[in-house]
């Protein structure tokens, strides 16, 4: 069974700092980027970082390039997302979510992936 399983997410003040990790299994990891992408309240899932197999390539949306950094350990199937500076519209669902790697990251812009999890919930307070 194909399960990618959030932690992490909680209540911070502006300026904090929070770490999401991401648990993967039931499928081939190394065949996979894994994106991250957020949800806020009302408004559309949007890919904001990504880590592509054994972490050779990396992607930032530009909201928080600088401030989140994302990265893997392949031999836990783990991908996490550290976030620092946090601001109040960082507020949102946290979805790790699995796509075959093709040297591409279109599918973090097209909020497409082949596995998803169910979220962790992020709030920025200010």
């Known amino acids: 069974e194909v399960q990618l399983v959030e932690s992490g997410g909680g209540l911070v003040k502006t300026g904090g700092s929070l770490r999401l990790s991401c648990a993967a299994s039931?499928?081939?990891?190394?065949?996979?980027?894994i994106g991250w992408f957020r949800q806020a309240p009302g408004k559309e899932r949007d890919g904001i970082s990504g880590?592509?197999?054994?972490?050779?390539?990396?992607y930032y949306d530009e909201s928080v390039k600088g401030r989140f950094t994302i990265s893997s350990d392949s031999a836990k199937k783990m991908v996490y997302l550290e976030m620092n500076s946090l601001k109040p519209e960082d507020t949102g669902v946290y979805y790790c979510?699995?796509?075959?790697?093709?040297?591409?990251?279109?599918?973090?812009?097209?909020?497409?992936?082949?596995?998803w999890g169910q979220g962790t919930q992020v709030t920025v307070s200010s």
């Open positions: 979510a699995a796509f075959f790697w093709s040297r591409s990251w279109a599918p973090l812009f097209l909020g497409e992936a082949d596995y």
């Open positions: 039931g499928f081939n990891f190394d065949d996979y980027a």
């Open positions: 880590i592509s197999i054994r972490g050779e390539h990396t």
